[in-house]
T-cell receptor, first 109, second 113 residues
């Protein structure tokens, strides 16, 4: 099976940088996703890591270390609209996704 | 393309009734996934199709649940004899087999009273 852990809640200030961590235990996986989900809406894709290292996409970056069972999502220049739940997910056979419980990020003025 | 659509968006039903949800994936996406999400949790995998073939079902999918994708296009998820524990958001996602990204629909929120 797969076990994925994320902090439940985080609070950050508009304009700041925040790092959301994700640790996992698994026997194997193809890649690691980060999704953003606003309340009452569908998850939307943010990033995908297959190899170790940093993937940068605008204000969002994601990092993966397979040997450490660890990933993080880095959000820069935070905006109020970034207040949402951030979901870490592993993909395995059939590309089905196994999600963590999500981290609820609140951006304050 | 308008993305993945799901109908209805909301469904309130009484315990014991049957309900059916529909998902229309992005056209030409051959993979279609169903997930269930309860409040404060991440989505949980239920089942997936490649074209019209149902390739995997989660242990979460009891005998009361059945899913179909008859022509490899839209899919339906039926829940028979609903229970209060079935109350959740049911999400559908589609994927082109050459890509890694799954595109999610807006979901159907089911409330069983």
């Amino acid at each position: 099976g797969q076990n994925i852990d994320q902090p439940t809640e985080m609070t950050a200030t508009e304009g700041a940088i925040v790092q959301i961590n994700c640790t996992y235990q698994t026997s194997g996986f193809n890649g690691l996703f980060w999704y953003q989900q606003h309340a009452g809406e569908a998850p939307t894709f943010l990033s995908y890591n297959v190899l170790d290292g940093l993937e940068e996409k605008g204000r969002f970056s994601s990092f993966l270390s397979r040997s450490k069972g660890y990933s993080y999502l880095l959000l820069k220049e935070l905006q109020m609209k970034d207040s949402a739940s951030y979901l870490c997910a592993l993909t395995g056979g059939g590309n089905k996704l196994t999600f963590g419980t999500g981290t609820q990020l609140k951006v304050e003025l | 393309d308008t993305g993945v659509s799901q109908n209805p968006r909301h469904k309130i039903t009484k315990r014991g009734q049957n309900v059916t949800f529909r998902c229309d994936p992005i056209s030409e996406h051959n993979r279609l996934y169903w997930y269930r999400q309860t409040l404060g949790q991440g989505p949980e995998f239920l089942t997936y199709f490649q074209n019209e073939a149902q390739l995997e079902k989660s242990r979460l999918l009891s005998d009361r649940f059945s899913a179909e994708r008859p022509k490899g296009s839209f899919s339906t998820l039926e829940i028979q004899r609903t229970e209060q524990g079935d109350s959740a958001m049911y999400l559908c996602a589609s994927q082109d087999w050459t890509s890694y990204e799954q595109y999610f629909g807006p979901g159907t929120r089911l409330t069983v009273t």
